[in-house]
């Protein structure tokens, strides 16, 4: 069965504190792994697609990085708008659906 | 713009009675999912449909939930009768299908008390 558990469950930043989460998952094969925001009372909005392990991509202060069993979000001098909970999925080789973690709250404050 | 839209934002129903969530998938995305959030579980998929035919609905309680759709342009979910454990947030969410990695774009939810 496909897995994915996100580490730490929330994590508090001063602005400017780099830090990473994680997103350590098992799965049969990885067609992709997917990092999403989610703002509270809204849907999760789409950030990045990893398709093989050291593949890196970057989105203002975020880059996301994958090897073959985790990946992380690097968050680099975050701000307060930074906020939000952050959700990794993975998706299997099959064209199934994703699996989601339960997410990283980040609360950045100023 | 493009975007999931999902009806009604908010619900307040009480236990016992008929709750039908309705979703218009992205124009020209062919596969639609309903994800069901709460803290406790996180985001657990429902059912999802490809080209209108449903593929997987092994994650709904079968004698309550039932997910359709009638059209390209329309998802339907629908509680019957609800229960207060049913209070949660339902996301529809689309994609294309296709291609590696399919991204999948989530609409604003549907926010459910059950009382």
């Known amino acids: 069965e496909d897995q994915v558990t996100q580490s730490p469950e929330a994590l508090r930043l001063q602005e400017g504190e780099s830090s990473s989460l994680n997103c350590s998952y098992t799965?049969?094969?990885?067609?992709?792994l997917f990092w999403y925001r989610q703002d509270p009372g809204k849907g999760p909005e789409f950030l990045f697609t990893l398709y093989s392990a050291g593949e890196e991509k970057e989105k203002e202060r975020l880059k996301a990085t994958l090897t073959k069993k985790e990946s992380f979000l690097h968050i680099t001098a975050p701000k307060p708008e930074d906020s939000a909970t952050y959700l990794c999925?993975?998706?299997?080789?099959?064209?199934?659906?994703?699996?989601f973690g339960k997410g990283t709250r980040l609360s950045v404050i100023a | 713009d493009a975007r999931v839209t999902q009806t009604p934002r908010h619900k307040v129903t009480e236990m016992g009675q008929e709750v039908t969530m309705r979703c218009q998938p992205i124009l020209g995305h062919n596969t639609v999912f309903w994800y069901r959030q709460t803290m406790m579980q996180g985001l657990e998929l429902l059912a999802y449909f490809r080209n209108r035919a449903p593929l997987d609905d092994s994650g709904m309680p079968k004698d309550r939930f039932s997910a359709e759709m009638p059209d390209a342009t329309l998802a339907t979910l629908k509680i019957q009768p609800s229960e207060p454990r049913d209070s949660a947030v339902y996301f529809c969410a689309s994609g294309t299908g296709t291609g590696t990695g399919n991204t999948i774009y989530f609409g604003e939810g549907s926010w459910l008390t059950v009382v």
């Open positions: 999925a993975v998706q299997a080789l099959g064209n199934t659906p994703l699996v």
């Open positions: 799965v049969s094969g990885l067609r992709g």
